[in-house]
C-alpha cells in the first residue's frame, strides 16, 4: 500500500496584511483640511448602472447629521468642559450613554471643530449614527473583503464598534468572503493511517509516499511500523517536499 501525497495548493507563511492602512496618529488632534477632503472623495461609485449603488457622503452631509445627533452634540459638550456626565435630565434626550462611554475612554484623542460640527478622533472624522451603515457600505463596495474594507473606513472614519460592525458585515456577505484569502491552513488531515510494505527479508519496512500529481516517489525504510519509528522518516520527507493539503492511502 502507497501512501499518497498531493502538495500541489499548500500555502502558508503568507504575509499578513491585517495592518495595512491604520493610521497612527500621535500628531493627529487638529482639524487637517486635507484629511477632510479626502474623505469628500470617498469611493465614488466606480460603476454608475450597478443597482443601490452608495453614493458618497459629503462633508455637508457630515455636519449637518453631527449637529442633530444628541450624543455627539453632548460629546463636544463633554469635550469643551470636561463634564462627563449624562443624566437623565432634558437636555440629554437621545444621548447614547454606553457611546458616551466608548468616547470617555479616548477622551484625550477627540478634538471638535469650533463650530461643533465636527468631530475627529485623531485624524479620522467621527461618523454620527444615521451615517454609520452607509459609510460601511461605501467601504464594501466591490466586496473586497474585510482587511480591505476596514483599510477603507480607518482613512476616513471612526465610530464606536467600527470594526465590529465590519467585520459581521463582511462575514454575511457571500462575494467578501470569496475575496478574502483563506487565513488557516487546512489542518494536515489524515484519513487513515499509513499502510506499509511488508516486512523485508531482513526484517525492515518500506513507507512508500507518492505526490499525486508528478508521482515523484519518495521510500524510507523503517525498522518498526510503530509512530514513534515513522514520525521521523514523515517528517523529513515533509520538510523536505512542503506540507501537503491532503493525505490518501
Ligand atoms: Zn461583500
Known amino acids: 500500500m502507497n501512501l499518497t501525497l498531493n502538495s500541489t495548493k499548500c500555502e502558508y507563511n503568507k504575509p499578513s496584511i491585517e495592518f495595512y492602512g491604520y493610521i497612527f496618529s500621535n500628531d ?3 482639524l487637517d483640511p ?45 469635550i469643551r468642559t470636561g463634564n462627563w456626565t449624562v443624566t437623565p435630565i432634558q437636555g440629554n434626550i437621545g444621548v447614547d450613554p454606553q457611546e458616551m462611554n466608548a468616547y470617555f475612554k479616548l ?24 451615517l454609520r451603515s452607509h459609510a460601511l457600505s461605501l467601504a464594501h463596495e466591490g466586496h473586497q473583503g474585510l482587511v480591505k474594507t476596514k483599510r477603507l473606513l480607518r482613512e ?38 499509513p499502510d506499509f510494505c511488508e516486512p523485508l527479508p531482513i526484517g525492515d519496512y518500506l513507507l512508500v509516499v507518492i505526490n499525486e500529481d508528478s ?14 519509528a515513522t514520525m521521523p522518516k514523515f517528517h523529513k520527507i515533509l520538510s523536505t517536499h512542503g506540507i501537503p493539503i491532503e493525505i490518501k492511502n
Open 156 to 193: 476616513k472614519v471612526w465610530f464606536p464598534g467600527i470594526d465590529a460592525q465590519a467585520k459581521s458585515m463582511i462575514k454575511k456577505c457571500v462575494p467578501c468572503q470569496a475575496a478574502t484569502p483563506t487565513k488557516h491552513h487546512e489542518p494536515l488531515q489524515m484519513t487513515k493511517l
Open 107 to 130: 477622551r484625550n484623542e477627540i478634538t471638535v471643530s469650533i463650530e461643533n460640527d465636527l468631530l475627529l478622533k485623531g485624524t479620522r472624522i467621527i461618523l454620527p449614527a444615521p
Open 34 to 78: 486635507k484629511k477632510v477632503e479626502a474623505f469628500q472623495q470617498i469611493s465614488a461609485p466606480q460603476n454608475p448602472t450597478e443597482h443601490a449603488t452608495p453614493k458618497a457622503i459629503s462633508l455637508d452631509d457630515i455636519k449637518t447629521a453631527t449637529v442633530n445627533d444628541p450624543t455627539l452634540q453632548h460629546l463636544t459638550k463633554a
Open 215 to 228: 508521482r515523484y516517489t519518495e521510500v524510507e525504510i523503517l525498522n518498526s511500523t510503530s509512530t514513534k
Open 28 to 30: 493627529g488632534v487638529s
